[in-house]
Every structure is written in C-alpha cells, then in structure tokens.
C-alpha cells in the first residue's frame, strides 16, 4: 500500500509542476513513467489523474458496446502482463489522444530532436512570491486532493438532497387530495415529476437512481388515476402504463404490484371483466399472495370485486375479500391510513361494500356501505384521487340502490339513487359515473318504474345529462 501511495504523492507533484511549466499530456506522461517508475500506458493514466476502473469505464463508454473491458484487464495492459488487441490499442490511443509508440506499443523512428517530448526544465518560472517550489507543489497536490473529495461528496449529497425533497413531496399528496380538487393537485403532481426527470437524468449512484424511479414510478401512478376518475380513460391508460415503465426498472415487485392493481380498475370501471381479473391477478402474484403489504391487500381486493361481478364466481370474491381483509388487519402506518401508497379503512369498505351486494350478501354490503357514507359525510372524504370527493359516495350510493333492488325495495333504490344523483357536482360527473347510473337504474323492475320515486329519479337524470354534457 505504502508503494502506491508514494505513486500517487509524486504523480500529484508531477502533475502540479505540469500546470506551472506547461508541459504537454505526452511529456507529463514521460515524466510520470521516469519518475513513478511505471509503464508508459500507467504513465498516460496517472497524467490524467484517473484510476484503473476509470480507465475501464471510458473505453467501454468509447466502444459503445456492453461493458467487455474490465479493471483487471486494464491493469494487466499496464503492468505488461498481457497486451491488448489492435483493436484495444486504438481506444487507448483515442482515450489519451496520443501514438501507439508512446503508450509502449510499438517504436518512435523518427529524428530524435523532432521525436523528442522532454519537457524543457531549464525555463522553469519562478514560482509565486513567497511560496518555495517544493512548498508549492504540496499545496497544488492538497489543494487537488480537496477538490475532488468536495465535488463527490457535495455532488452526492445534492442528489441525495434532491431525491428526499421529491420522496417527501410524492408521501403528501394523499392529504392534498383530501383538501384540494384533483385538477389543482394533478397540476403539482406533474410538476413533481417533470423534477423528478430532471434529477434522473443526472449520473447518479445505482441506490439514487431506484429511488428516483420509485417516485417516478409513484407520481405517474398518480396522475393515471386521477385521470381515470376524471373520465379520460386514454391519458389514464398512458400514465399507468408510464408507472409500470418506471416500476419495472426499479425492480420493486411490491411497487410493480402496487402499479398494476392500479391498472386493472381502468377495464373494472369500463366493463372489461376479463383484462381486470388478469390484471389483478397478476399485481397479486407479483406482490406474493401471503405478503401483508398494502399492494398485496389492494391487489387482492380489486381481485374479489372483479370475481364478484362474474356469474358462478361469487364463492371466489368472498375468500379474495376475506384474505383482503385479513392483510389489511395486520397493516399499520401509511399501509393504513394513506389512501395513495396504502389502502385505508374506507377504502377497503367502498371496495367491500360492492362485493358483497353482488354476492347477494346485503346486511354486510349495508354495514361497510355506512362507514363509506358517514366517513364522508360533511367531511372532505378520505382517499386518493376523488374529483372533488365525489367519486367514493357516489358509487357506494348506487351499489347501496343496487342492494336495495336485489332486496326488493325498489322505491328505495330510486330514492338512493336520485340522491347520488342530485349530490353530484356536474364536474364530477365523468362517464365512468353515468354509466354506473344507467346500469343501476336500467335494472328496476318494471312494476316501480311508475312510481313517483322513479320519476324522480328519471327527471335526476335527464337534468344530469344536460349538465354533464361538457365531459361526455
């Protein structure tokens, strides 16, 4: 080790007394391979300062290719061990912008005046007033020393800096939800993000670059819901489709799972039975079907409501919903209470609510259908993601009218389902939501449809519409 050192103390001298003299690269590197006692290849290293891993890393760079030239093989070249092909040689030459001869391969026939690199040592300038020579090139090897120990820790600790602010940013977007209209904080969170790609493309340490991605792959997650409740179900797909770029280069099979779950309520909410249950399937498979995560549980419940619409499949949605639930019990923290990254108590009962109406189950359905309507009421809702916090109680009104039909209290259905309905904010009013109103309303049985109830609940509707045309 102490050799070593000694290598680099002098190379820093030589290097110091390079800049005062200017002396050119190749005669830097003579006077490196005389005084270090090193092959010229080691010399042309030193001269530039860089270690042999470094070396390693630009020729890979300069060959374009995958990374064939390794740290070892680049010290075998120097200490004369082995000797690289052609090939090699000419990235070498390109690297240190110099001739083979003078990187040891080969030799220099030409005049010896004309050949000559020596740097001219008789015309050395003084150096500044009041610093000895020997003292100078000590401070000029300190002072290279500091730099380039300042500008990789601060280097680091600015990425590390920037990637906490953006984690912490993309953690409080469930409470700006919760307090703010989706439109307004979608604007934030694509700001977020356009940041977040700003970072990324910087070079960043392989630990940087996954938390990076993870709040990348969380901000389009985002953005591809919000814009799923807010009816625009192509840009929804987009983004979604962005998170789970994003999530498969971070390699976290929770976060893959926590993106995909995502996904599947596009086709659930749009009627596509079949590419939702392959979609939550698949989150559940990639979270672990006895992992006790939030994307684990989220994954699994979107699962059971899929089942729960199938003919033949409701005994399914029923276990599905049971293992949901029992994950849920065991989480605690945000896995619990944030309505992004987790799955909160009223979350899980808007879901189970659904379920268990159309699993002809309708005292439970009504009991996790009461926690949804008195969590919200007068409140701003709970959840991630809700136009104005509409989304939740409207659909858990129209699964509650829904219940009411299969119960045969038809006339309560429509009077629930007119509330929904006049509860609305037209802005809220996305397609998602009239479709879930026409199918509701289109299953009341002929004998209540002359019934003031059902008159109030067309006339509902037909004002709905009017109001609702800007988002058709």
Not at 144 to 173: F, M, P, Q, W
Not at 330 to 351: F, K, M, N, V
Not at 383 to 401: K, M
Not at 431 to 439: D, F, L, S
Request: aromatic fraction near 4%.
């Amino acid at each position: 080790m102490g050799g070593v050192s000694e290598t680099r103390r002098k190379a820093a001298e030589l290097r110091a007394l390079a800049t005062i003299e200017h002396w050119s690269q190749d005669q830097l590197a003579q006077q490196l391979a005389e005084g270090c006692d090193v092959s010229p290849l080691a010399a042309h290293r030193l001269a530039n300062g860089w270690g042999v891993q470094q070396v390693a890393d630009r020729l890979n760079e300069l060959r374009n290719t995958d990374r064939n030239i390794t740290k070892t093989m680049v010290s075998e070249w120097e200490n004369g061990r082995t000797r690289p092909r052609p090939e090699a040689i000419d990235l070498l030459c390109r690297l240190y912008q110099t001739r083979p001869d003078r990187l040891g391969f080969g030799g220099d026939y030409s005049d010896t005046a004309s050949g000559s690199i020596s740097p001219a040592r008789g015309r050395q300038e003084p150096p500044p007033a009041g610093v000895e020579a020997h003292g100078h090139e000590g401070l000029m090897m300190e002072l290279d020393e500091i730099l380039h120990r300042l500008g990789g820790t601060l280097n680091k600790e600015t990425a590390d800096s920037a990637v906490t602010h953006l984690e912490r940013r993309a953690a409080n977007y469930d409470a700006l939800f919760r307090t703010g209209t989706s439109g307004n904080v979608m604007i934030d969170v694509a700001r977020d993000l356009r940041d977040t790609h700003e970072v990324l493309e910087g070079d960043h340490t392989p630990e940087i670059q996954r938390r990076l991605l993870e709040v990348m792959a969380r901000l389009s997650g985002m953005l591809g819901i919000g814009l799923l409740h807010m009816g625009d179900i192509r840009a929804a797909d987009k983004w979604l489709n962005m998170a789970e770029l994003a999530a498969e280069r971070n390699e976290n099979r929770d976060l893959r799972g926590w993106v995909t779950a995502r996904q599947a309520l596009v086709p659930l909410y749009y009627g596509n039975r079949r590419d939702a249950l392959d979609l939550a399937t698949k989150a559940l498979n990639l979270t672990g079907r006895n992992s006790k995560t939030a994307a684990a549980a989220r994954a699994e419940i979107i699962r059971s409501r899929v089942l729960a619409q199938t003919p033949g499949q409701q005994n399914a949605a029923l276990a599905a919903a049971d293992h949901a639930r029992h994950i849920h019990a065991e989480l605690s923290g945000p896995d619990a209470t944030d309505g992004i990254i987790g799955l909160t108590a009223t979350q899980l009962a808007g879901h189970l609510g659904e379920i268990y109406t159309h699993a002809g189950r309708p005292d439970e359905a009504f009991a996790q259908q009461t926690i949804v309507l008195d969590r919200v009421t007068g409140t701003s809702p709970e959840g991630c993601l809700e136009p104005d916090g509409c989304l939740d109680v409207t659909l858990t009104r129209l699964q509650r009218g829904l219940g009411y039909i299969k119960s045969h209290e038809p006339e309560e259905a429509c009077r629930e389902m007119t509330e929904a309905v006049l509860s609305i904010p037209a802005i809220c009013c996305t397609p998602m939501i009239r479709r879930e109103i026409r199918n509701v309303a289109g299953v009341v049985p002929s004998s209540a449809r002359t019934t003031s109830s059902y008159r109030d609940l067309t006339d509902a509707m037909s004002g709905l519409h009017e109001t609702g045309r800007s988002l058709t």
